[in-house]
Each structure stands twice: as structure tokens, then as C-alpha cells.
């Protein structure tokens, strides 16, 4: 290997970097407290659900024509927000973008995440969920939802083996640096490095490894949003008739995905102390992916919303009307100007790309994402093709129940968990990446 | 029977449903003088009464039950019988006339369903229950050489494939026992269906002179993949004749009868999937999932490369 | 348990499930003759006449016949079943439907006076909840200057049904006489099939069910969806319980006003429900100009209207004789 730096400033930079990297596994600042407050959200969750089993479905707000409430609206969201695992660690890492390394764990693990999260969302929508099995035992394949779980589960695997292999290397570098490991975790460690001492020929097969599930993620990762934009398309409904929903939805993923991975990006660097790995550089990248997503963004919201919208055939017209100036004008402007326009404009200049207004800019976008959610999946819901009568009032609108509100939160509350159990016991940096740039895998592998 | 017990159910329900116009019910209803006065425009003669009567069939007796037996629909306020007495000598043509054109709460308006002269024709065949102003009704008896025609009918049937058309002989009993060709006897002609009995040959007729009567089969009629259907005719006035009919299978169109289940396409079971969707999903499975395979013994190979 | 123990067991329980069933059939109207030998997949249930079992053989019993009467058989000629073989042979031909029938609705709109009596018998019939409608009366107007009316929409029984497309688990599916049905034991109440169908025809089971008295009792009919089902879909069935019976369906033998007309789209004949009269289907729709709601959107539904002219009742609706907003 070529170096340009001495033995000694080679090593004292991997020192560092183990330092740096490695010390947040062991110390918790603020960690209890944080866990506590998980938990209390895990138990919220767990009544508000027992609740939902014992009465029915009815306790939610949703009837026989708004069937599908924040429940859905909050599954397309994490789906959404998974795909950015494939976006950095894939698309950027194939591209040879090397400013994207230190992020792509990072990034692997919000993918994980929400998606492990989003199976459970979709059982916590089901009327009968002690039926589950019937999807495997009885499961049909021209349906929608059939693919879903397929893609799905086959895109938790990808990610995982995604996530796994490139921890491989920095897991024998723990295991070796690492002092005072709880022995449970030391044999984690030394179990799942599998033998690891960085021979050319592992690093040869690691390659190609990575390289594989690197392609293989991205048509899985669009199919995952793709088919799940089918479950509207798919339908005869005004406002989800339509054909661009599969590229819409995986632009606005990509928004999602970008804001949430630049958030955790900001915790990280105040919390685990790593202003040195997602420097104001890092952040301005990814300000200009955000930017960058966010403009095809809303160039198919343009598509989606104008040309319906000029043409305004009678059943889209019910349904445009309730979002251009009926009863989610409010929602609708709001998450376009405060979760799109105008973060776009902000993020164009470069100071608005500096980490703590990136990180800000990002929690309106996330958030305008979440509600862009519930208005592609409701105001359809609440104009179907004829008339709601004979029903009572409360079929004829919708407003979550805190049982809907509990549940959802509960969902973040998972997602957030499995997030910040990944970063505490694994390095949040492929460490041997970072080396292998720096030409220091030899230093990197010969810590003794 | 079946037709009884669902208007039982119906009118159950009606009363319930319909209980709030009750208080209409108690008050009469009232046509005013002047309308009252109308005289009838249309001769009550055999033809206008035969008329009559299949528009009462089809507009009326659904409700109104059929006359003379009472059997109307149980609504609030009730439909009177058409053969009612009190109600023939209360209502005059010309107001039987009025409330059939205006209607009132139950009771329909037929003025845009009805012309005028159907109506009348229907005011016609309702006043021949009136047994003051009895019209003379047409002869259903024949007589022949002094002898009477009368009870037991019999009906014979004969099916003709050829002109696909079928001929009923209607006979009646003589006097003394013997077998007579009935002349003016009202033949329906049928063919069974799953439901109920499809009238065919225009609603059948009645009988000429021989006691015979020809009704024409629709050849367009489906009859499954035989392309049979049984055909029966019988006497449609039971009261006079009796319960007599006859039967016979006949040929109709032969159809093909599709089985939507044969079919493979995608809104059907999960085993009838298309071959191009099966072969889709599970080749890209394969090919996924596969390679996530060779992703593992990739590791296999990893680890004992370390060894 | 030897063989002979099993066999008298299971006559026992043939008994009592025979009389909680007939007491069943009264309550729901269903084809429930528990206990008579279920022979095919096809057609009826074969029932044994009356005369037949009047043999020398001495054992009688009482059963409830289909119309609440209670009639004697001979033992010896039914066969015992046990219940759970029961269930599934009444979901085995519930799943096959009826062969060579093709079942189809037309629904005359100029006599729709809104008496709501379709509505009421299929919701008694269903066990369904006061906001669950299988059928349900809209008030219609399709433009500013058209004139109003009334329209039952059923389910339409598409022959290209969007709903069934995307059920994941085969819970609701279309059979060979062209019935879009739902199997409330498979159900895993995911609703993608409400979100589907763009003619709202199906409801969902929010909540515990209507609790109807003897539906405890009662084995699921998934021809009739009763019991109903927590947690799972339900719409119009076409009484499929009352077809196999050659009966017409709740709905339509309800209807006081002569609105219906049911029957095979195979047999070219419809019945009317009211009237009883039986006429040529394609006559009816061609001297009617008869259509299906929304044909643009390819569903093909099996369900045809007559349009709303030379109407037996003016329209109106709590005092209003027109529509203010209610569609357009």
C-alpha cells in the first residue's frame, strides 16, 4: 500500500479514529433518560394497542370511507424514509461520491430502522392481525399488498446484510480496541467478525460482497416504493388514478430519507462528538443532495397537482378543490410552502447549508413529508366516486383518535429505538473505510 | 307461495315504515265534482277490456292485489280492492279516472306512465266488477247441441320443432262426459326460467273455434348449451277452468355458457394467476433472493479465508 | 374410542348441532339443513323428500325445515355431520357457486320512491349494524339542471372486479355465477379492497358486530357472511343463500315498488320482485335503455339501470324535491 504519511502519524491517526469513534459505544451521557423516555412511549404504545385489539378498528376515526387514516399514511412514510439506505450507501457509493463513507452507516441504520418499523405499522392497520399468516399460508399474488411484503422483507434483508458487511472489518477492530467490553458484546463481536484478521483476500471477497448488494438494493429499494405507490395506484380512486405515483413516491423518499439522515447526522456530531467525520463539508453535501431531491420533488408534485388540476375532470375537480382551497388548503399549502418551497430556496445558499441550519431546514421538510403523507392518503379517501349518505356524520370526516396518535408515536418510538440501539453497540463510522481512503488498511488491520 | 310470504314480508315492513302517514290514512279521499263527473270516453267493449286488464297486470296488481281477493298490499292507507263494491259505488269512472292520474301518498301518479285512453281502459276493466254496472263479459262457455261445456278442462300440448312454434288444444267436458274443443279459452304460454315463467308466443290468447291456439317460440331464446327449454302452457283464468297445464321440452338457442373461473387473469383466485405474472414474481424472486444466497456463502468464504 | 363409541358420539352431536342449527334457520333464513347429507360441490344440498325416509325403518326425528315447519324424517336417512365437515362443505360450495348462472340486477330508477325496504331486509338478513349498508339509496343528481333521483346501489358484482384484484389472502373472490363474495374466516381486514372499489359497495366491521340473538349458535355462512365478523369486510352478496334456493334476494323480494329485477345473465330472462313478472332481460334493457354506472371505468359491473324518466313518484326528500350540493 502506498502511504504518504510516516508509521507514526499513521497510527496516531487510527488511533484517533478508534478514539473518536469508538469511545460513544461506551459512554452514555444522557442515555438513560433517553430510553426511559422510549420506554414510556413503548407503553403508551402498548395500551393504546391493547385497546385498539380489545374494541376493534372502530377506535380509530377511520369509517367505511376514510378506511385507511394515518396508519397508511405513516407506513408510506417509513417505507419512504428506508429508502435512503439505498440511496447513499448504493446509488452515491457506486457513483465513487467517497465524501458519502462516514455517512453511509449512518444512513444504513435509519434505513433498517423504519423499515423493520413499517411491517409492524402495516399489522398494527390490520382488522385482524391474529390472521397475519393468512398472508403466507393463502397469499395471492396479483395483490399489491403480496408484493409489498415481499419487497419489503426482502429489502429488511438486503439492508441488513448491507449494514452487516461493512461492519465486519471495524467489528475485529472493536473487539481489539475496545477495553472493558461487557462480554456479552465482546462475544457478539467476535461471532459476527468471523474471524476477520484482514487478509487481501478477505478484503477481496468483502468487495465484491458490498458491491453486490450495492446493485442489488437499488431495484429492490425502488420497488419497495414503487409498489407501494401501487396500493393508491392500483385503485380507481380521484387523486390516486394516476401513473406518475411511482416516481413521485420515490422522490419524495428520497426528500424523506435526505432530511432524516441529515438530522441523525446533526445529533451525532453534537452528541457523539464527531464534528471532525460530518463536517460543515458533509453537511453542505448533503444540503445539496436535500436541494437537489427536493426539486424533482417538486417537479412531480408540479406534474401531479397541475395537470389534473388544468384539465379538471369532475371527480378530480371534488378532490383539488378540497386541497387548493377547501378543507386541507391549510395542510396542503403549508407542507408545499413550509416543507418544499421554501426550504429549497434556504438550502440554495450555501449558508443555510451550514450544519445546525441544515439540520433546522431538515425537521420542516421531515415533518412537511410526514403531512404530505396524510394529504396523499385522506382527502381521495373523503370523495369517492358517489355520494356518502345514510351514514353517520363521523363517516363524512377524519381526525386521528390519540389511540391512532399513541400507535403512530409508538411506531417512531420503535424505529427510534432500534436507531439508537444500532449506534450504541456499533460503530457509527465504517472505520476501515475511512482508513482504506487514507491508504492506512495496514494500520488499520495491524493494532495488536 | 313464495310470492305470498315475500309480499307478507313487504308489507310488514310497509306498515312499520309507512305507520307515520296514518293520520292521512283516517282522512277519505276526496276528488273533487267537477273531475268526478268526467264520463268515460272509451267503449267497454271485449277489446278495450282485454287491454284493460293487461295494464292493470302490469301497472296495478302489485299493489291492488288481484280483484275480488282482497290480497293488496298491507300499506298505510290500505289499496282497495278493485272489486270492492263499496269502492266501485263510492267512486265514479271519472274519479277512479282522477286518483289513478294524480296519485296520493301510496298510491302513484300514472299520468306520465299511462296515456290517457290506457287509463280509461283501466277504469273500463275495473268497472266490470261492478255488479250493477255489469259489462257484458265475454262467453267463456261454449254451448253445443243443447249440451253445456264445463269441468274438468284439459289442455294438450304440441310441439312443433320445425317452425319452432308450439299449439295447445283446449277441450272442455260436455254434459254428458264427452270431450269438446273449447272455444275462447285464455292460453298463456311459458317457458320455465330459475326464477319464475317467461311469457312467450305474445302473451298467449285465446282459443279459436277448433279450441286450439298457436304461440311462436323465440329462437333467440338461450337454453343453455343444449340449447333446450322446457315450454308449458296453461289456462290462465283458474277460477272458471281449473289448474290446467301442459308441458313440454322445446329447442331454443344453444349458448355457450362461460365459466368465468376457466379463465387466468388478475382479479381471479390466486391459483388461476396469469402465466406472466407467475412467471414475473417468482422468476425475480429467484433471481433476488439467489443472489442473496451467494451473498452468504460469500461470508462462508470470508471466514475461512481468515483462518 | 372404538369405532362404534365414535359413531354414536358424533350422532349426538349431530342432534344438538341439528337443533341449534334449525333454530338458525328461522332466525336467518339460511340453507341450513345441518345434518342432511351435503352431496357435490354443486347445486343444492341434496335433501331427502319426506316420503322417502316414511320407509319401515322406526327411528324418527324432528327437524326444523327451511320454511319453520317441523317435519319427521327417518333417521336412517340422514347422515350424521360433524360440524366442522359441515362448515366446510357449506364454504366448499359457497366458494364454487352456482354452475351455468351468471346473475345479474337491473334497477328500474323511475319507480324508486326512497321506501328504503331493500335497505331493511338485507340489513336483517345480513345482521348488519344501523350505518351498514349492503344496499344503499342514494339521492343522485348529475348536474346542475338535471333533475334528481333515487339510486340503490348494490354491489355490482363486476366481472372485472377491482376489489378482488387486490385482496392478498383470496378472502373476497369472484365465483363461476359471477358473485363477488367474502369469506369473513379469512379476512385480515386490510381494506385494500374498500380502498379499490370506486363505488364504495363495501363496510367494514369497526366494532363487535350487531349482536343478534342465536348467532352464537349459528356456523358461518359465507354465502349469507353471517355471523359477521369483527375486524373484517362485508358487503351485498346477491343473497347467495337465497339463490341456491331459487329464491330471489332479500332486497329484491323486499322492494314494494316494482324497482328490482334479478336473474340469469345465461338464461336472458329477469324476474321483478315485486310483480313476480318474468321478461326478457335484453328486451327489458333495450326498450329501457338500460346502462351500468361509470362503464369508463372497465369494471364491468353486472348490475344495470333504467333511467329515471315517466317516474311513478316525484322525488323528494325531507320536504325538498330537489338537491342542494348533495353530489355535484
Known amino acids: ?448 | 307461495m313464495e310470492n305470498t310470504s315475500s309480499r307478507l314480508v313487504v308489507g310488514l315492513l310497509a306498515v312499520l315504515l309507512l305507520s307515520s302517514f296514518s293520520v292521512f290514512a283516517q282522512s277519505e279521499w276526496k276528488v273533487e265534482d267537477a273531475k268526478s263527473k268526467m264520463s268515460n270516453p272509451i267503449q267497454a267493449d271485449d277489446a278495450s277490456l282485454k287491454e284493460g286488464k293487461a295494464l292493470f297486470k302490469t301497472n296495478c296488481i302489485t299493489c291492488h292485489g288481484d280483484p275480488g281477493k282482497n290480497n293488496g298490499l298491507p300499506l298505510v292507507p290500505k289499496p282497495s280492492d278493485m272489486a270492492n263494491a263499496a269502492f266501485l259505488s263510492a267512486n265514479s269512472d271519472g274519479a277512479v279516472f282522477t286518483k289513478m292520474t294524480d296519485g296520493r301518498i301510496t298510491m302513484p301518479s300514472f299520468k306520465a306512465v299511462l296515456s290517457e285512453k290506457e287509463r280509461w281502459k283501466i277504469v273500463n276493466y275495473i268497472r266490470s266488477f261492478d255488479e250493477n254496472k255489469k259489462v257484458a263479459s265475454t262467453v267463456t262457455a261454449v254451448k253445443k247441441e243443447g249440451q253445456t261445456l264445463g269441468v274438468p278442462y284439459q289442455l294438450s300440448l304440441n310441439y312443433n320443432p320445425e317452425e319452432s312454434s308450439l299449439v295447445a288444444f283446449v277441450r272442455g267436458t260436455l254434459t254428458d262426459g264427452n270431450l269438446a274443443p273449447a272455444s275462447d279459452v285464455e292460453v298463456g304460454f311459458f317457458v320455465k326460467r330459475y326464477f319464475g315463467d317467461l311469457p312467450i308466443g305474445d302473451r298467449g290468447g285465446v282459443t279459436d273455434e277448433n279450441g286450439m291456439i298457436k304461440a311462436a317460440i323465440p329462437t333467440d331464446l338461450p337454453g343453455g348449451e343444449e340449447g333446450k327449454a322446457l315450454a308449458f302452457a296453461k289456462l290462465n283464468d283458474v277460477d272458471t277452468y281449473g289448474d290446467v297445464s301442459a308441458k313440454t321440452e322445446v329447442s331454443v338457442k344453444a349458448v355457450e355458457i362461460i365459466n368465468l373461473m376457466d379463465e387466468r387473469s388478475l382479479w381471479t383466485v390466486s391459483v388461476m394467476a396469469p402465466w406472466w405474472l407467475i412467471f414475473t414474481y417468482f422468476g425475480i424472486l429467484i433471481g433476488v433472493w439467489g443472489t442473496l444466497g451467494y451473498v452468504v456463502t460469500l461470508l462462508f468464504k470470508l471466514k475461512k479465508a481468515g483462518v | 374410542m372404538s369405532e362404534k363409541n365414535k359413531e354414536s358420539k358424533s350422532r349426538r352431536d349431530f342432534l344438538k348441532t341439528g337443533s341449534l342449527i334449525g333454530l338458525g334457520a328461522v332466525a336467518a333464513g339460511a340453507a341450513t339443513y345441518a345434518g342432511f347429507a351435503y352431496e357435490g360441490g354443486k347445486g343444492h344440498p341434496k335433501v331427502p323428500h319426506i316420503e322417502d325416509s316414511l320407509s319401515e325403518t322406526e327411528q324418527k326425528i324432528k327437524v326444523l325445515t327451511e320454511n319453520g315447519e317441523l317435519a319427521e324424517v327417518d333417521i336412517n336417512s340422514l347422515a350424521p355431520v360433524e360440524k366442522d365437515e359441515y362448515q366446510t362443505a357449506i364454504q366448499q360450495q359457497g366458494r364454487e357457486g352456482l354452475a351455468g348462472k351468471h346473475w345479474t340486477m337491473v334497477i328500474d330508477l323511475s319507480k324508486c320512491r326512497n321506501a328504503r325496504m331493500c335497505m331493511a331486509a338485507c340489513q336483517n338478513a345480513h345482521h348488519l349494524r344501523e350505518e351498514q349498508h349492503h344496499i344503499n339509496v342514494l339521492r343522485m343528481q348529475d348536474d346542475r339542471n338535471s333533475a334528481p333521483y333515487f339510486m340503490p346501489k348494490p354491489c355490482f358484482h363486476c366481472d372485472n372486479p377491482p376489489c378482488t384484484k387486490v385482496c392478498p389472502v383470496d378472502a373476497t373472490f369472484k365465483r363461476q355465477d359471477g358473485i363477488v363474495l367474502i369469506d369473513n374466516e379469512r379476512c385480515i381486514g386490510c381494506r385494500f379492497c374498500i380502498a379499490a372499489c370506486p363505488y364504495s359497495a363495501r363496510v367494514f366491521n369497526w366494532f363487535e358486530p350487531k349482536e343478534v340473538e342465536g348467532d352464537d349458535d349459528l356456523l358461518y355462512n359465507v354465502e349469507l357472511n353471517v355471523p359477521q365478523k369483527k375486524g373484517t369486510i362485508s358487503k351485498c352478496l346477491f343473497s347467495a343463500d337465497r339463490l341456491r334456493e331459487g329464491k330471489l334476494p332479500y332486497c329484491v323480494s323486499a322492494c314494494p315498488n316494482g324497482v328490482y329485477y334479478f336473474g340469469d345473465l345465461n338464461e336472458d330472462t329477469v324476474t321483478n320482485g315485486t310483480s313476480g313478472e318474468t321478461v326478457r332481460f335484453s328486451e327489458l334493457i333495450r326498450d329501457n335503455a338500460g346502462y351500468t354506472i361509470m362503464p369508463e371505468l372497465g369494471t364491468k359491473p353486472r348490475v344495470y339501470y333504467l333511467p329515471a324518466k315517466n317516474r311513478l313518484f316525484p322525488f323528494q326528500f325531507e320536504g325538498k324535491t330537489t338537491l342542494e350540493d348533495e353530489h355535484i
Request: charged share 15%; aromatic share 14%.
Open chain 1, 1 to 448: 500500500m502506498s502511504n504518504s504519511l510516516s508509521k507514526e502519524e499513521a497510527k496516531s491517526k487510527i488511533d484517533k479514529y478508534a478514539a473518536d469513534i469508538l469511545r460513544p459505544m461506551q459512554s452514555h451521557g444522557g442515555l438513560e433518560l433517553w430510553v426511559m423516555l422510549l420506554a414510556l412511549g413503548l407503553i403508551m404504545y402498548v395500551f393504546a394497542y391493547f385497546i385498539q385489539l380489545r374494541d376493534g378498528l372502530g377506535v380509530t376515526a377511520m369509517r367505511d370511507y376514510v378506511s385507511w387514516g394515518v396508519y397508511i399514511s405513516n407506513f408510506v412514510f417509513f417505507v419512504a424514509v428506508s429508502l435512503v439506505g439505498m440511496l447513499i450507501s448504493a446509488v452515491l457509493g457506486l457513483l465513487k461520491q467517497d465524501w458519502i463513507k462516514p455517512i453511509t452507516r449512518v444512513a444504513e441504520v435509519v434505513a433498517l430502522g423504519f423499515v423493520m418499523v413499517a411491517g409492524l405499522v402495516i399489522v398494527n392497520d390490520m382488522g385482524r392481525p391474529d390472521r397475519l399468516m393468512n398472508v403466507f399460508i393463502h397469499g395471492r399474488i396479483q395483490s399489491p399488498i403480496v408484493w409489498d411484503i415481499t419487497v419489503i422483507t426482502t429489502y429488511v434483508t438486503i439492508s441488513l446484510l448491507l449494514f452487516y458487511l461493512p461492519l465486519i472489518p471495524d467489528l475485529a477492530f472493536a473487539k481489539k480496541r475496545l477495553k472493558n467490553m461487557p462480554v456479552w458484546q465482546y462475544h457478539l463481536f467476535n461471532i459476527l467478525s468471523l474471524g476477520w484478521i484482514g487478509t487481501p483476500e478477505q478484503y477481496k471477497i468483502l468487495h465484491k460482497g458490498i458491491r453486490l448488494l450495492a446493485i442489488l438494493i437499488i431495484p429492490v429499494a425502488l420497488a419497495i416504493h414503487t409498489v407501494t405507490s401501487w396500493l393508491f395506484a392500483a385503485t380507481l380512486r380521484p387523486g390516486w388514478d394516476t401513473t406518475i405515483f411511482g416516481p413521485y413516491f420515490v422522490a419524495g423518499a428520497f426528500v424523506a430519507g435526505a432530511a432524516a439522515v441529515v438530522i441523525l447526522m446533526y445529533i451525532l456530531r453534537v452528541n457523539y462528538k464527531l464534528k471532525d467525520y460530518f463536517t460543515d463539508f458533509h453537511f453542505d453535501k448533503m444540503g445539496q443532495l436535500l436541494v437537489l431531491v427536493s426539486l424533482v420533488y417538486l417537479y412531480f408534485n408540479l406534474n401531479e397537482f397541475l395537470v389534473p388540476a388544468y384539465k379538471m375532470k369532475d371527480a378530480d375537480a371534488v378532490h383539488l378543490h378540497t386541497l387548493f382551497s377547501g378543507k386541507y388548503a391549510v395542510l396542503f399549502w403549508g407542507v408545499q410552502i413550509f416543507g418544499m418551497i421554501i426550504p429549497i430556496i434556504m438550502m440554495l445558499f450555501r449558508r443555510f447549508r451550514k450544519p445546525a441550519w441544515l439540520a433546522g431546514i431538515a425537521v420542516f421538510v421531515l415533518i412537511g413529508a410526514w403531512l404530505k403523507r396524510v394529504i396523499i392518503v385522506i382527502p381521495t379517501l373523503l370523495h369517492p366516486h358517489l355520494p356518502i349518505q345514510n351514514v353517520p356524520e363521523a363517516f363524512h370526516q377524519y381526525f386521528p383518535t390519540w389511540i391512532e396518535v399513541f400507535v403512530t408515536l409508538g411506531s417512531f418510538v420503535m424505529a427510534l429505538g432500534i436507531i439508537t440501539a444500532l449506534l450504541k453497540i456499533f460503530p457509527v463510522i465504517p472505520i476501515w473505510e475511512l482508513a482504506e481512503e487514507e491508504g492506512l488498511t495496514e494500520e488499520f488491520e495491524s493494532y495488536e
